[in-house]
């Protein structure tokens, strides 16, 4: 017989910090709790037991290692609490075949006094230490094992918030350092203060930038860090995360944009250098790049690095700094950006010329699109695109979008490998009558695709206009040096000149639109930030930004995707603050991360993790995260990345090679609308962002992405494990309930496991989680209804064959008809499938059915047993409906069952 395994789980857990507010302390105590699991091919005897101890040592900000009573680390034994694995709201299935047992324990740690407390008696001034845990445990009689960083992890940390004083400016102030505010910086701007934070605008003049190193200036010192993260430049068209949990703030020579750092003493700091705003001395004029840099002569310093490329005058280059201490990173970022966004000096406030105003267009991003670029490759055709898009609608994937991406246009010197120049506005000779035919001939074979898009260059193409063509001979040219890192060899590149691109993309837009191309895919967004010479860039930005938001929205009514464009000068004035210049209901969409690798298998985990990340940072730009093409038929990486879209709220990009696509992928992602049989993706209204901004890429931990469900009617969070091993977690179930609501308002629903326990006070009230490499799982939790005798309930959880079963779900409402026995359920959807209604503590024996005040037939409605007594699913079949209605062919019959909205109105009265 096999030996027995073990798991141990722990919350607050090993190798990540757990901040506890000061405030929220119970008798200056935290609690732990603990599980242990054993499996055995054959039984397991009661009578053997586990001994569980917690090894912790205190510490205070500024104090590594505390010792009480001569001691560094003291042991402490849990209690058994109990052994029922019904107690917990969840728990992951154990091995098939063995036998197993789940103990569970708790343990209450009393936080010792700092040794200064006596000396420093202020309100931001905790008088209690945190503390650096273990475990260390053994089954019977056995060998005592341990888990955390004396058997290769983390060991744990509990820290101790601050209470916040009154006074909470100073707090913030105190973090510069005295002789850098003295030299360089005028005071700091307070522009936000509450009880949970405090934001700084902070301005500087100094002396003039030098091409080659740029002007520094040191900004702030740090001390008592705890953990940190960073996003900075990977790449020059990219960003990505850094992170680390040294106390010692080390960038690594990364030029950054944002910084977050947790301190000692619980709370965080946020600070964003802008780059391309207004330039206050030089009016009419901007300013250039600013990044945030460390040097390791000078360690926890972070200095300010500014470039003159900007087209302010180069003697007068300015710096201008956000700053934020707060108690939430995730809320303090985002406010921050928010301020950026709306900074006078930010805003561009260009008016638009003369520009159509577009319809509501909401599901154009929505709509499920392919791209050409991996499945179809570099060597694109008509003939290639209609045979990949017949193969599609062989297994019934009617996209809404599709994007020819590189290698349409008429090119010279073209070859696989970014290069080539740009010669004509029309398609090369492989698409027979060029776009409009293409247009016509797809639109015609598939009717349902609504909008069709071309890949280019933001400069023409990848190595600029064809000295000489067409193009070079009709607008104004200029030449521009810039070094191809990739052949080592520096290339003289001919763009359009800045007082010329205006009139060459309004030329060029609208030869797209005119035919028939509806959206673009604008790459390469980054050349002109690679340029050799810093002065030829500052007229540029504006310029060429100007003339595609324009363009863009005169004509493609703003439908413009930006790739390869994580540029300050970008991100900031334009995108940041692109509300503010747009007259186009349709925001930009932005890739989030460098691009979906298929063939590099190691590339995929890490791909979840930095578009999270990153779009930490873009949380407040007016823009829609796009997390990247990518295949259905990749292996065992299809349904991570699938994961991964649903939760970004973007849209969702297939590449599939023809033939190959995974249909399943697909429906878990999508469905029709009422308006149209086009697949459209079943997402988030609101942006996803990783739970713990300092997660650390591979650690063993599981990795968490929250997001809230539409219209507030409850919560979502995925879950997934990005590491090369197997890991465990307890989980509490107040992870996945929103803040604003009591536990027992809701249940959670899990897609692979289906229902789990309702939580409830008093109890283990913790999932039990294991994950694989890049397995995962989505948790969203449901808003449910109980009726006045507390016996009967009813739940409205979507349509569960898809990753986000409720996010098709608006203004769900439940009416109990006591006397009539009955309850009246009434919701709007968006999406149509299989709506489904969970009753509980009583059997469905009548059930009748509206949409949009009409009754509908009972062919289209079924009741199923959900498992226990008295427990069913009301299920009522949307898409069958209005598929033997033959609706998507009847525009006036789709006005009639949506009352001339996006949504139907879905009443189902179950009886009892």
């Known amino acids: 017989m096999a030996e027995p395994t ?3 789980f722990i919350y607050p857990p090993l190798g990540k910090n757990t901040i506890i507010p000061a405030r929220s302390l119970v008798q200056n105590t935290v609690h732990f709790d603990a599980v242990f699991e054993v499996c055995s091919g054959g039984p397991i005897s009661d009578d053997v037991q586990f001994e569980v101890i917690l090894w912790w040592r205190p510490f205070a900000p ?31 299935p154990g091995p098939p075949g063995s036998t197993r047992r789940l103990d569970a324990f708790e343990l209450d740690v009393k936080l010792p006094l700092r040794p200064d407390c006596f000396l420093e008696l202020r309100e931001d001034v905790d008088r209690f230490m945190g503390i650096d845990f273990c475990l260390k445990y053994r089954f019977g009689d056995g060998p005592w094992l341990w888990n955390g960083r004396r058997t290769g992890g983390r060991d744990g940390r509990v820290v101790v918030q601050s209470v916040f004083p009154r006074a909470f400016v100073d707090v913030g102030r105190r973090y510069f350092r005295k002789e850098a505010i003295t030299n360089f910086y005028n005071k700091p701007q307070v522009i936000k203060h509450d009880s949970k934070s405090v934001i700084f605008r902070i301005t500087t003049d100094t002396n003039a930038a030098t091409e080659q190193a740029g002007a520094t200036m040191r900004l702030v010192t740090f001390s008592k860090v705890s953990q940190w993260m960073a996003i900075s430049k990977i790449a020059a068209p990219w960003m990505g995360p850094q992170w680390s949990s040294s106390p010692v703030v080390d960038l690594e020579g990364r030029d950054t944009m944002m910084l977050l750092v947790q301190q000692d003493d619980g709370n965080h700091i ?14 009419g004029k901007t300013v250039g790049t600013r990044y945030l840099f460390s040097d390791n002569a000078f360690p926890n310093e972070v200095f300010v690095r500014a470039f003159a490329d900007g087209t302010a005058e180069v003697s007068e280059v300015e710096v201008l700094v956000y700053m934020g201490v707060g108690i939430d990173p995730i809320t303090l970022v985002s406010d921050l950006m928010r301020f950026v966004g709306t900074d006078p000096q930010v805003q561009q406030n260009t008016a638009p010329d003369v520009v159509q105003q577009a319809k509501q267009d909401r599901f154009w991003t929505q709509g499920l699109s392919y791209c050409t670029w991996n499945g179809l490759g570099w060597d694109l055709s008509s003939e290639k695109i209609k045979n990949v898009l017949d193969g599609l609608a062989s297994k019934g994937i009617k996209i809404a979008n599709l994007v020819v991406d590189d290698n349409w246009q008429t090119l010279s010197g073209r070859s696989y490998g970014s290069a080539g120049t740009w010669s004509d506005f029309e398609a090369n000779e492989k698409f027979p009558g060029g776009l409009k035919e293409m247009v016509r001939a797809t639109k015609s074979s598939f009717p349902w695709i609504q909008n069709i898009g071309v890949w280019h260059a933001l400069h023409g193409y990848w190595d600029g206009i064809t000295p000489g063509s067409k193009l070079a001979q009709s607008y104004d040219t200029i030449q521009a040096e810039w070094m191809d890192n990739v052949n080592q060899v520096k290339k003289n590149l001919t763009f359009i000149s800045p007082k010329d691109i205006g009139r060459f993309y309004m030329d060029f837009y609208k030869y797209l639109s005119e035919s028939g191309i509806t959206c673009v895919k604008t790459d390469v967004q980054s050349r002109i930030d690679e340029l050799e010479h810093v002065a030829e860039k500052g007229p540029l930005y504006p310029a060429y930004q100007q003339a595609l938001l324009k363009a863009s929205e005169k004509y493609l009514e703003g439908r413009t995707i930006y790739c390869m464009s994580h540029i300050p000068r970008i991100i900031f004035p334009h995108l940041s603050s692109h509300m503010a210049a747009s007259t186009s209901p349709n925001p930009p969409i932005m890739r989030t991360s460098d691009d979906f690798y298929p063939t590099n298998p190691d590339t995929h985990p890490y791909h979840i993790f930095s578009n999270s990340m990153n779009g930490l940072f873009l949380s407040s730009a007016y823009c829609l995260q796009d997390w990247d093409m990518f295949q259905t038929h990749d292996g065992g990486y299809s349904l991570l990345h699938a994961f991964g879209r649903a939760l970004s709220g973007g849209p969702v990009f297939i590449t599939d090679a023809p033939g190959q696509t995974d249909a399943h992928i697909i429906n878990s992602l999508c469905a029709p609308t009422p308006r149209s049989a086009a697949l459209h993706t079943i997402s988030i209204d609101k942006r996803s962002h990783p739970r713990n901004p300092y997660h650390r890429f591979g650690e063993e931990t599981i990795f968490e992405i929250e997001a809230a469900t539409n219209d507030g009617l409850g919560k979502v969070v995925g879950i997934v494990n990005l590491c090369k091993m197997a890991v465990e977690n307890l989980l509490p179930s107040e992870t996945f309930l929103p803040q604003t609501r009591i536990p027992e308002e809701y249940r959670l629903f899990s897609y692979k496991h289906g229902f789990l326990a309702t939580p409830r006070p008093g109890t283990l009230d913790y999932l039990l989680v294991h994950l694989q490499p890049n397995e995962w799982d989505i948790i969203t939790a449901l808003r449910f209804s109980i009726c006045t005798a507390g016996v009967r309930s009813a739940t409205v959880v979507g349509y569960t064959d898809k990753l986000l079963p409720s996010a098709s779900l608006k203004k769900v409402r439940y009416d109990w008809e006591m006397a009539a026995q009955a309850v009246l359920v009434s919701c709007s959807v968006d999406f149509l499938g299989q709506l489904r209604i969970y009753t509980e503590g009583f059997e469905a024996k009548g059930v009748t059915v509206d949409i949009s005040g009409t009754k509908v037939q009972q062919d289209y409605v079924s009741v199923e047993h959900a498992g226990g007594p008295n427990q069913q699913w009301v299920v009522v079949d949307l898409v069958k409906f209005w598929e033997e209605g033959d609706f998507w062919e009847k525009p006036e019959e789709v006005e ?17």
């Not at 964003?272 to 009016?283: A, I, L, T």
């Not at 009639?896 to 009886?911: L, N, Q």
């Open 896 to 912: 009639r069952w949506t009352a001339g909205k996006e949504e139907v109105e879905v009443m189902v009265r179950i009886s009892w």
């Open 62 to 92: 500024g104090h590594s290692i505390v010792t009480m009573n001569g001691q560094v680390w003291r042991p402490s034994k849990f209690i058994m609490r109990k052994r029922q694995v019904d107690d917990f709201a969840f728990v992951t």
């Open 270 to 283: 946020c600070i964003v250098v802008v780059s391309g705003q207004k330039s206050k001395f030089d009016p």
């Open 6 to 8: 073990f798991n141990a």
